[in-house]
């Protein structure tokens, strides 16, 4: 099984553990790989070698669905300049030769017209090969919420484990891990603004609240079309509940916009703690002779996570 280790990151298996001071190279080899990490691989007696670019092809287990057109062309410039200084990691399935980390470089590889690259070759198993992939690409910035969902989900279904065993996995905390995972709840239009960016991560998880899709999508076109804070978007989708609960819906304007501003503090500061605790969007209606407390859960699966968190406390 994947050491822990990897939730430091790939530089591991690549330079045992020690920062590349990557200075230039002398050799045709290490014009393409930087020295130190050359030199730890070939210490553990083990070899980069150079591998034609078309021999090698993508991971399967690979999350990001897309890549930025404009930073290849930027790496592949790079690597024109400077070579690939850090070999590529994969595994030899067949007569070819699978990516595990470092696609981007290959591809960039190409782009820069390289017949071939530097290769360091493991013997993995799908399950680590698929948990080396994911790792890599959570520690990068610019992988999306929902492609860090689906690299999830996929490394869940593939391993057949809990989210807590993948939360240990790529060194996560399990809230975390169901956080992104609840996600791939979303309609796919709520989906695909938060892949773009149209949307945060903070927006969909309030979304996800409600009751139905149509319900999520609408309220979702609100708060881009208004440019709606995670706060604002809270606030819209508690009067929603309330609503939904019988009660009146607290924007609106006359009377019952005097009873919102009447609301005592204590009960904004009750409503925040329980908002904290359970994860989950929280809605009281307060009165003096009776109250609710509206608790959104998107799923059966939100429904026992609550419930649990609940009959534990």
Request: charged share 25%; net charge positive; glycine share 6%.
């Amino acid at each position: 099984m994947v050491d822990r280790r990897l939730g430091r990151g790939l530089d591991f298996f690549l330079s045992g553990g020690r920062k590349s001071a990557n200075p230039k190279a002398t050799t045709p080899l290490r014009d393409k790989v930087a020295p130190d990490a050359l030199a730890a691989v070939e210490e553990a007696g083990e070899h980069v070698r150079m591998i034609p670019v078309g021999q090698l092809k993508p991971n399967p287990y690979q999350p990001r669905r897309n890549m930025d057109e404009a930073e290849l062309k930027t790496l592949s410039e790079s690597i024109r300049t400077s070579g690939i200084l850090q070999p590529i990691l994969a595994r030899q399935v067949g007569k070819t030769f699978e990516i595990v980390a470092g696609e981007r470089r290959w591809r960039a590889a190409q782009l820069a017209k390289l017949t071939e690259v530097p290769v360091l070759c493991r013997e993995l198993s799908d399950n680590d090969s698929a948990v080396f992939a994911l790792v890599e690409n959570l520690q990068r910035e610019d992988l999306n919420a929902i492609e860090k969902a689906r690299g999830i989900r996929l490394l869940m279904d593939q391993m057949k484990t809990t989210q807590e065993q993948i939360a240990k996995q790529v060194g996560l905390e399990r809230s975390t891990v169901a956080n992104f995972l609840r996600l791939l709840d979303l309609p796919a239009s709520i989906q695909a603004y938060v892949s773009r960016g149209t949307l945060s991560m903070g927006h969909a998880r309030t979304l996800l609240a409600l009751p139905d899709h149509q319900l999520m999508e609408k309220t979702a076109g609100q708060a881009i079309k208004q440019g709606m804070s995670v706060r604002a978007t809270e606030a819209r989708v508690k009067e929603l509940l309330v609503a939904i609960a019988g009660g009146p819906e607290l924007g609106q304007k006359g009377a019952k916009a005097t009873k919102k501003k009447a609301r005592p503090v204590w009960l904004n500061e009750l409503e925040e703690n329980l908002i904290e605790v359970l994860g989950t969007p929280v809605a009281i209606k307060y009165g003096r002779k009776r109250s609710q407390i509206v608790i959104a859960c998107s799923s059966q699966k939100e429904l026992d996570r609550i419930f649990t968190r609940l009959k534990n406390s």
